[in-house]
């Protein structure tokens, strides 16, 4: 019988799993927590985003709950159309919805922003982008795949209807090859 590992990890020790930057606005470094400890219904990592920077852009999920509590440096969130300054000690909840629970946290102190960030993990995740108008759909991984991610542009979305380019050929195809003969 397999020994279980240890069912936790130091948050300060745990390695980056995951460092990303783009142009000169978002950048940052995460270090996966739950996922390794055999976690499958909540996500946790331990955020790291430098001065001047936000981790990611304003969005909102529409079936994820996302929490954040702030370890250290301070920063300012945005929710909806409203600000607030952030410290260590503050816990932020993020309710699944629509572009009134966009959210984001930038870091507009002197120091490196530290939070602990949670997340339900419910799929497909479709997750709306407001400052850039576009909409992203990720569904889990299938066998040895990563999950699949796609994005859409806010303004192409409902070009086409549900039956648009169906023209029912293989169902008349099977009907007929099914037809019993007279």
């Given at each position: ?21 783009h ?8 270090a996966?927590?739950?996922a ?11 955020t790291r985003?430098?001065p ?14 996302e ?21 260590p ?29 949670l997340s ?10 407001p ?17 699949t ?14 039956y ?19």
């Amino acid at each position: 019988m397999k020994t279980p590992g240890k069912p936790f990890v130091n948050v300060f020790e745990a390695p980056v799993t995951d460092a990303r930057a783009h142009g000169e606005h978002f950048d940052v470094r995460m270090a996966q927590l739950a996922a390794g400890l055999g976690a499958r219904e909540i996500g946790a990592n331990l955020t790291r985003v430098p001065p001047g920077k936000a981790a990611f852009p304003f969005h909102h999920h529409h079936a994820n709950e996302e929490h954040f509590y702030i370890v250290s440096g301070t920063g300012t969130l945005r929710v909806g159309a409203a600000t607030w300054p952030v410290k260590p000690g503050d816990y932020v909840v993020n309710p699944a919805g629509g572009p009134e629970h966009a959210h984001q946290l930038v870091n507009t102190g002197s120091e490196e922003l530290v939070y602990l960030a949670l997340s339900t993990l419910r799929y497909p995740e479709v997750v709306g982008y407001p400052d850039s108008g576009k909409t992203g759909v990720r569904v889990p991984a299938s066998g040895a795949t990563a999950s699949t991610r796609f994005i859409i542009d806010d303004a192409a979305r409902d070009q086409l209807q549900y039956y648009d380019r169906e023209d029912g050929a293989r169902v008349r195809d099977l009907v007929k090859a099914h037809k019993p003969k007279p």
